[in-house]
């Protein structure tokens, strides 16, 4: 099994304000979304991850977000099967304590 590079929720805000190029991906549900979620983070439900991968560039590097990092796993296992750089959020938006965006 493969093995998923996992990032903090401080590591995550860490390279966020240094404008890292890494892209965020809530797999959350809308509903779980509405609620707040990581400015600037692309929102994907985990359930079109495999459409929406194929329209992402694999130069780039993404760290996968969801409640509390397990939906975020099996996304990041998905990407990474399919040839992209992934990180899972670990403990995902419960342990978040940075800013959030209500959309």
């Keep these: 099994m493969a ?9 995550v805000e860490e390279m966020l304000h240094k ?3 890494v892209i965020l991906i809530d797999v959350r549900e809308d509903e779980e979304v509405a ?4 400015e600037g983070a692309l929102h994907i439900p985990l359930n079109q991850i495999p459409e ?3 329209s992402l560039d694999k ?3 993404y760290i996968l ?3 509390s990092g397990a939906r975020s796993l099996n996304a990041a ?3 990474e099967e399919k040839g992209f750089h992934v990180s899972n959020m670990v403990g ?3 342990d978040w304590n940075g800013e959030v965006i209500i959309k």
């Design 3 to 11: 093995h998923i590079k996992e990032v903090t929720t401080d590591e």
């Design 19 to 21: 404008e890292s190029d």
């Design 35 to 38: 609620q707040g979620m990581i």
């Design 52 to 54: 929406k991968a194929e």
């Design 59 to 61: 130069t780039k590097e």
């Design 65 to 67: 977000v969801c409640r």
């Design 77 to 79: 296992l998905y990407m």
């Design 92 to 94: 995902g938006m419960l």
